[in-house]
């Protein structure tokens, strides 16, 4: 089985922590409809060349997905599902921002009335980020505190059984240090709300990440070029710190940490983002997607259209990143194609699961990429409590799971 991603790269205004291919456009745009073309050719591309393989996953990201609004969303979905075999699809899913309020609940409302009955789950993900005004406004958000709180008590009403709502928050750590240097919370009702938040189980599922920032992401202040810089967001121990605390609140209110950035109640983690970890094949549509195949879920026109005469059993390949190109129907990014051997497989296979609740499944498999004494120092971080090592399964405990890089450079020959 085959999931899909389709890339909506539009936004109302880039945030300054992005790093995705994404760019400010208005919703009515020309530019919209010519994208929206291209990816009905690139999608009718690909039924062509994966023998009718069926679907498992069907995800809207981007971008801010919510600005195609319903008749769009719901005109790509129509063109999916007549290039594609759906009917075993286990979940459709669409990241949104939490405004404008009236209009995201007409859109979850419409997408749901029409496809609640056609597919098992019907996943939504806002992208919450922040309850502090401070962060939301430097980090380039449009909304506030207390219009999030609006937002999600408004968002109560319309979950549904088949509905599945996951949020999305980020530690940046804005906290405030008292003369003693100890850290405290510049606004205690923001941690209050969102640990009554999570205590309620409201949430399905949460996504935490802690931030990243990039040295081409700037703001406008006076006239003059400010970078967004640590000197706003303080140190990676500190943004952890944040981090941590999150996670604990999460954790206490018995979500179940499936992946290291995701949490959720029993049996509602994405089906979409576990077909990742797992080494599924999948196909990203859109600008600068990158895609993951077997040679089994392909026929021999994807050769062609990969440029390549070698024969493989997995393959990457990536989009471009110029939107004209996309737009001129030339999706691929033909240095941006990379044949996996087993080696590589091994090693991404291995990096990847661990990343998750599941872990690695015999790892006898996967000696030609690990250490000589593995074994050794797989049964010393036990001890320690920092991992579950036995009958050649590999598991993280959560606080290894914190520092997983630690792990990887210990017992991986090569990352």
Same mark, same amino acid.
């Given at each position: ?44 591309? &690909? ?71 056609? &597919? ?15 962060? #939301? ?100 121990? !500190? ?16 979500? #179940? ?103 690695? !499944? ?27 090592? !036995? ?25």
């Amino acid at each position: 089985m085959l999931s899909l991603y389709i890339h909506i790269p539009f936004c109302q205004s880039k945030c300054k922590y992005c790093a995705f291919s994404s760019f400010p456009i208005a919703d009515k745009s020309e530019q919209v409809e010519e994208y929206i073309g291209s990816l009905v050719k690139e999608i009718k591309l &690909y039924w062509e060349m994966t023998n009718h393989t069926p679907l498992k996953t069907i995800y809207f990201w981007g971008g801010t997905p919510n600005l195609l609004w319903f008749e769009k969303l719901d005109y790509l979905i129509s063109k999916v599902e007549k290039s594609f075999n759906c009917e075993d699809v286990w979940e459709l899913s669409f990241e949104f921002n939490p405004y404008p309020e009236e209009d995201i609940y007409n859109l979850v409302q419409n997408l749901q009335k029409k496809y609640w009955k056609k &597919y098992p789950r019907v996943r939504f993900s806002f992208w919450i980020q922040s309850f502090d005004n401070e962060v #939301l406004s430097l980090a380039g958000r449009k909304s506030s505190f207390l219009g999030l709180v609006d937002f999600l008590r408004g968002l109560q009403p319309l979950k549904q059984d088949n509905t599945v709502f996951n949020f999305d928050f980020i530690a940046f750590w804005k906290w405030n240090k008292s003369k003693k240097w100890n850290s405290y919370l510049r606004n205690p009702s923001s941690i209050d709300f969102f640990t009554n938040f999570v205590n309620s189980q409201f949430a399905d599922s949460f996504s935490l990440y802690t931030l990243e920032l990039f040295d081409n992401q700037i703001r406008k202040k006076k006239d003059k070029d400010i970078l967004i810089s640590w000197s706003y967001f303080w140190t990676d121990e !500190e943004i952890y710190e944040e981090f941590s605390l999150l996670k604990d609140i999460i954790l206490n209110a018995w979500y #179940l940490r499936y992946e290291i950035s995701n949490f959720s109640l029993a049996w509602k983690s994405s089906i979409h983002n576990r077909t990742y970890r797992e080494m599924e094949d999948y196909i990203w549509i859109g600008l600068n997607s990158s895609s993951f195949l077997n040679e089994k879920s392909v026929n021999e026109k994807i050769q062609q259209y990969l440029w390549t005469n070698e024969k493989w059993n997995w393959i990457r390949f990536k989009n471009t990143v110029d939107l004209n190109n996309y737009y001129n129907w030339n999706f691929l990014d033909k240095k941006e194609v990379q044949i996996m051997s087993e080696k590589d497989y091994l090693i991404e296979s291995f990096f990847l699961s661990l990343r998750t609740d599941r872990g690695v !499944e015999n790892i006898k498999g996967y000696e030609e990429i690990l250490v000589k004494n593995y074994e050794e120092k797989l049964k010393l971080f036990q001890e320690e409590d920092l991992l579950i090592f !036995e009958r050649e399964k590999l598991l993280l405990t959560d606080t290894w799971m914190d520092v997983f890089n630690s792990i990887i450079t210990e017992i991986m020959q090569e990352i």
